[in-house]
């Protein structure tokens, strides 16, 4: 019960703090194949986005009620940078937020912008995590995908980052068309070699219109398998378990106090005020999402107005959402708090749903928590989409 009694501690005893801020940076220098999210490889309008994240920082002041206790610079690629940029956001975020007693403040990254002058000025700053995007350490893989960076960077940008950050995690990516058990596992061994306290890994998805969707339909690149997705996912597991790593959500792994503070607040429904083109935001009660075009969002920025949409959430959208983001962590769903925040039918309602996955060894009961077990694990969403309340008046 290790791993549940640490992610619950983190849980039940939080930092100081009401949530966090998220701060979209949509540049990069080029497009990865399987990537969906908001981005400009056009740099020009680099300045203006910079001046109108501050702004928006201002109109939306009243939207956070108490201390950050996280910082995250997201993407889009945020090494993308410059010290300038960086000290001007700092600067919005100190002078409009009132700030926790020593906040996660983290950048992504890619490993071809970490040299060592740009590690110098992060270091400067107020960051205090690195995520490194690697995806792979192997040049067949970057390439499929896309990235901007090789091998070599990939490893030389770790070791730099390490004589100037002590928390660092890494992405990688598995699943990938043409990745081997044996590279795959090649690649789990480098990551571990350099003693890295965190580390994401995701199996490759193809979302809809993105670059590698299209290869594949055109059959210029083999289908993602599932199989092979699930035995890297395997391989994954049994190497970070034994390497001492906890996964304390089931894609990612950190070493004793390296969870990220940002993700553990997610999925555990604390809010977070998203800034920036594209970025959501979520106050416990309504999400928003802003206008994902960089130059409408720059306009009604400085207009004063908000270019974003709400929705308030629903009883079932409440419970929904509690459900998929429980069964992605150790502490899995608290059929207490699903009585207690929902009532007695949405727990008679998701127990009756789990009961065919415990049948099957995919879900078991502790007490008062319903779990995933680890041959459940790769198939968690499926799961979790069975427990989802379609419709109020089924309960």
Aim: aromatic share 10%.
């Amino acid at each position: 019960m290790k791993q549940e009694e640490n992610l619950l501690s983190v849980i039940q005893n939080p930092p100081l703090g009401s949530g966090g801020i998220y701060i979209h940076i949509p540049f990069c220098k080029q497009a990865c194949h399987y990537c969906d999210f908001h981005f400009s490889t056009s740099l020009k309008k680099k300045t203006e986005l910079v001046n109108a994240l501050c702004r928006e920082m201002t109109l939306r002041k009243e939207e956070v009620t108490g201390p950050l206790e996280t910082i995250y610079f997201g993407g889009g690629t945020p090494s993308l940078l410059e010290e300038e940029d960086l000290e001007k956001i700092f600067s919005a975020i100190y002078s409009t937020f009132e700030i926790a007693e020593n906040p996660e403040i983290t950048l992504e990254a890619n490993p071809d912008d970490l040299t060592r002058e740009k590690l110098e000025i992060f270091s400067r700053s107020k960051i205090n995590r690195l995520s490194i995007g690697v995806q792979s350490f192997f040049d067949e893989d970057l390439k499929l995908m896309n990235r901007a960076h090789n091998s070599e960077e990939a490893w030389g940008c770790l070791e730099l980052a390490k004589e100037y950050f002590e928390n660092i995690s890494i992405d990688l990516i598995y699943g990938i068309p043409g990745m081997s058990n044996t590279r795959w596992e090649e690649n789990l061994n480098k990551a571990l070699a350099l003693d890295i306290p965190h580390i994401s890994s995701y199996a490759l998805t193809v979302e809809p219109n993105t670059a590698l969707k299209k290869f594949i339909d055109k059959g210029l690149v083999k289908p993602v398998d599932d199989a092979i997705s699930e035995a890297h996912f395997e391989i994954l597991q049994q190497k970070m378990e034994a390497a001492g790593f906890e996964n304390y959500e089931f894609s990612n792994y950190g070493k004793a106090g390296y969870f990220s503070r940002n993700n553990t607040a997610y999925w555990t429904g604390k809010s977070y005020l998203g800034i920036g083109p594209s970025a959501h935001s979520y106050d416990g009660k309504r999400r928003s999402w802003n206008i994902n075009n960089n130059t409408l969002y720059i306009k009604a920025i400085e207009k004063g107005e908000l270019p974003l949409e709400r929705e308030t959430l629903s009883v079932t959208d409440k419970y929904n959402e509690y459900v998929m983001t429980g069964l992605r962590t150790v502490c899995g769903i608290s059929l207490e708090k699903i009585t207690n925040e929902f009532g007695l039918k949405f727990r008679e309602y998701v127990l009756k749903q789990a009961k065919k996955h415990i049948q099957e060894d995919l879900l078991y009961q502790d007490q008062d928590r319903l779990l995933v077990t680890q041959k459940g694990k790769f198939l968690s969403d499926g799961i979790a989409s069975d427990l989802f309340l379609l419709n109020q008046e089924d309960v």
